[in-house]
């Protein structure tokens, strides 16, 4: 039934977009969510091309993935139609069937409305098959940086062996994020499984799934895009491009820059926006920073600015090579990448400010990485309740939390914890803290493990024919 509503809403909104226009829709709705999301001009593949001096970059743009109908990701914000009836649908196939119903029933055409009075109908049938998920048996999974190019992350040089292990590729995450789907799983936040109040106190939440689909935590480390992965087949940084999605930059051979869908944000943006149930209330992943080169794809550390006399050697190669650089602007760039991000659902974390093993160094040496992360990144994020381990560490071996590291963190406002873990599920919900365990998805489990992926998609269908094998063992 629902399912014959979407497609019915879809055709009538068709007809509207067509008799009044796409141009007087856009100025009736003005840069809304709606409008951002159903303008598809990039998606189909059209390119613009500005042309710089001194570089001479050519910027194309060019998307990793099609995209058909798009609808507004923000499950609250105005459609491009103004249409109620949309609205509420996306609410419902994000699971939020109380707003949806709450949207139609406040609609003053409700009480005349045959469709919202059956719309309202099937929301309430439909959230009476949910029930609540169990919150231990939620599972997190991670990737670090996707992999765009394969020729230049394996290459032979002394760095293959690492991206062979911990980096995944584009073809990969897009076979897995499709397989996942089509077993019906569905990206929830941490947030929804468990609350913080303003002391910090903790307590259970809720999520409330129809039968056929299963929750599971999104996250990825390391999104700053490191100086030492230049020229290596990544992505540079995310952007927000013209219609206010978050694209990638990629720099060619010939030093010109295309704008797509490079990394995980926007393909998993790109996924929603065809796939709108894939999101759990409108939520995404966890991105994990650390912040010594900068966040996001941009250098915003201090230490570009004030050059002290230990400046690692990158850093000032990119200094050189950058002498108009501005540590304000380069804020100001990450600031609209982060804000926009949020307005999409995603989430940030600590992942320390020097990726620090947390279980190894000292509670003086966390407590300085502490606050340079707070002092360079947290401004530009809005700041964050939750930290994400480098090195798949964590603060204790113990069952529980304890001691002068915990007490350190949680006194500085980090409600939030996650470690790295091979099992299906981890989940630890306490009075103080949420801890969870998350799994590597990438080239060492998919070939030494595959069986505790199973559960999730079959390693043998997903592995990229152009990773080397053997993949290096860890150690």
Request: proline share 4%; aromatic share 10%; net charge negative.
């Amino acid at each position: 039934m629902l399912q014959r509503r979407r497609e019915r809403l879809k055709r009538e909104r068709r007809k509207r977009l067509i008799a009044i226009g796409v141009a007087a829709v856009l100025i009736a709705g003005g840069v809304s969510a709606g409008a951002i999301a159903l303008s598809n001009r990039f998606a189909s593949g059209s390119d613009r091309k500005v042309v710089t001096s001194d570089t001479k970059k050519e910027n194309k743009t060019e998307t990793g993935t099609d995209s058909g109908e798009a609808v507004s990701t923000e499950a609250s914000g105005d459609t491009v139609s103004g249409d109620t009836l949309a609205q509420a649908d996306l609410l419902a196939q994000q699971y939020d069937y109380d707003k949806a119903i709450d949207l139609l029933k406040n609609d003053p055409a409700y009480g005349s409305d045959q469709k919202m009075q059956a719309a309202v109908k099937e929301y309430e049938d439909t959230k009476a098959t949910c029930t609540a998920w169990p919150l231990e048996q939620v599972t997190h999974v991670f990737y670090h940086i996707l992999i765009k190019d394969t020729s230049k992350a394996f290459d032979g040089d002394y760095k293959e062996a690492d991206y062979n292990q911990v980096m995944t590729t584009i073809d990969e995450f897009n076979k897995i994020t499709q397989t996942m789907y089509d077993k019906g799983y569905v990206m929830v936040s941490i947030k929804d499984m468990a609350k913080a109040d303003e002391n910090g106190n903790i307590t259970a939440g809720e999520i409330l799934l129809p039968p056929g689909k299963t929750p599971f935590v999104l996250s990825q480390d390391d999104v700053c895009y490191y100086h030492y992965m230049d020229g290596d087949g990544f992505a540079t940084k995310l952007v927000v491009d013209e219609e206010g999605k978050i694209r990638n930059e990629y720099v060619e051979d010939d030093g010109s820059v295309s704008v797509g869908d490079y990394d995980m944000v926007p393909l998993i943006d790109r996924f929603v926006e065809q796939h709108p149930d894939f999101s759990y209330r409108g939520a995404k992943g966890i991105v994990a920073l650390t912040g010594y080169n900068g966040i996001l794809g941009y250098r915003t550390d201090e230490s570009y600015e004030t050059r002290p006399a230990d400046l690692d050697e990158n850093k000032v190669q990119w200094l050189d090579a950058h002498p108009d650089f501005s540590l304000e602007k380069e804020r100001e760039g990450a600031k609209k990448v982060a804000d926009a991000m949020k307005a999409e659902g995603w989430e940030f974390a600590s992942h320390t400010w020097g990726h620090q093993n947390v279980g190894q160094i000292s509670l003086e040496k966390l407590q300085e990485d502490t606050e340079k992360f707070k002092k360079n990144v947290d401004p530009l994020i809005g700041g964050t309740d939750i930290i994400i381990f480098a090195f798949g560490t964590d603060i204790t071996t113990e069952p529980e939390y304890s001691g002068d590291k915990f007490e350190y963190l949680k006194g500085q406002g980090y409600n939030y914890f996650c470690n790295v873990d091979s099992s299906q599920y981890y989940v630890q919900i306490r009075d103080r803290y949420f801890r969870q365990g998350r799994r590597n998805l990438d080239g060492y489990r998919m070939y030494y493990n595959p069986e505790l992926l199973e559960d999730l998609f079959n390693a043998k269908d997903v592995f990229d024919p152009a990773r080397p094998t053997p993949v290096p063992p860890m150690g």
